[in-house]
């Protein structure tokens, strides 16, 4: 089973920025799509940000689309989330995920397999 771990989180004021990252522990799950999403208390797990393997697709939340930027680094087996222009609706605890489906980029919170634990993100003059 591979480890997710999740950093980077914070309180923040309105407008600011963010970055996460997320580790994964085995080198082997480089190949699988990866997601970022986010939980508010009470709410769904909601898509935020996917990418495929290579780095090279991205697909985005339409909230936020434009603020919001995943990458991933293979050889550091690392994703991120760069987040800029933040406001205090993208309050919630993020996680990343890998999916173990490599046919496209899953979207779906069902389609991901192994969780991060989560970390805090604050949005808050």
């Known amino acids: 089973h591979v480890q997710l771990v999740e950093s980077g989180g914070g309180l923040v004021q309105p407008g600011g920025s963010l970055r996460l990252s997320c580790v994964a522990s085995e080198r082997t799950f480089n190949v699988y799509p990866m997601g970022w999403f986010r939980q508010v208390p009470g709410r769904a797990r909601e898509f935020v940000a996917a990418?495929?393997?290579?780095?090279?697709?991205?697909y985005y939340a339409d909230s936020v689309k434009g603020r919001f930027t995943i990458s991933k680094d293979n050889n550091k087996s690392t994703m991120y989330l760069q987040m800029n222009a933040l406001k205090p609706e993208d309050t919630a605890i993020y996680y990343c995920?890998?999916?173990?489906?490599?046919?496209?980029?899953?979207?779906?919170?069902?389609?991901?397999?192994?969780w991060g634990q989560g970390t805090q993100v604050t949005v808050s003059s």
């Open positions: 990418i495929n393997w290579s780095g090279t697709l991205t």
């Open positions: 995920a890998i999916s173990l489906d490599r046919d496209g980029v899953p979207l779906n919170v069902g389609r991901y397999d192994y």
